[in-house]
């Protein structure tokens, strides 16, 4: 195998991570600075040192990982969220018990700060009924980054509405830190998809968004079925633009009134849920 088939095989089993033949530019490019901070001369010296090294191997993980994220990214989800399904989890469930929502892959943060914001700005349509939400990813630095809430004059621009960054962010050196009321909604993690899941509970909702993309089919259904198992009957998981469980029995069908939005499938023998 060549450097670059043991990097990939590496990630692959690591991460999902699915890349081929035709992404060795891109695992150069983006292994470079590692290659030169450790004085290794190629790619097959850096997949020997690997096996020898969970360190370099969680670096070149979280240097092949795709931190690209914006705020209420793609809109029509968040919208589905806050006219449908919250309001409609919020009528069906007991009072008094919480809403549990799942950032399946967070990145830096602005996915699990947009539905923050969106389950406050809802105010009285929820009654005050609790809300948590976790943003897990297998990336430890963007986590980093999303605990701090502090976001670049760059990032603010992405997606987030005026109003929003004036009501919910304080300008600070640096840029600008989300108030402590929406950080304290929200709860990181580190969690890989490929682990096992069940430690983190069950949910009402899952954004698991931008993600799938990277996997191969199979790992894709695998990794969709174990989250939709943590799902709760009435709940819904929201995939990202681009995703589809086309051709994949994971025991998920599409949610009324939302493209790429699922919601499991009634058990044998009970009727459909869905609509
Ligand atoms: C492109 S971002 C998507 C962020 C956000 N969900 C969105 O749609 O804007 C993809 C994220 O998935 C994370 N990721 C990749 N493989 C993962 C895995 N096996 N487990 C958990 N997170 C993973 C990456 O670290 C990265 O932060």
Redesign the pocket.
Known sequence: MSGFENIAAVLKAR???SLGLDKAYLVQARLEPILKKRALSSLALLADRLRLDPALEREVVEAM??????FF?DGRPFDHLRDVMLPRLHATRPRGMPLRIW?????TG??AYSLAMLVSEMGPALAGRAVEIVG????RE?LQRGEQGLYTQFEVQRGLPARLLVKYFTKEDGGWRINRQLRDMVRFRE????SDLSGLGRFDVI?C???LI?FDQATKARTLEAASRLLSPEGAIYL?AAETILGMNVGLSPAAGGHGIFQRNAPAGAAATTG
Not at 65 to 70: A, P, Q, R, W
Not at 103 to 107: H, K, L, P, T
Not at 136 to 139: G, K, L, P, Y
């Open positions: 991460s999902g991570l990982t795709t931190n690209e994220t914006l990214r950032s399946a892959a967070a990145s602005q996915e897990t990813d297998i990336a963007p969690w890989n998809l490929l954004f968004r931008n993600v990277y990202g």
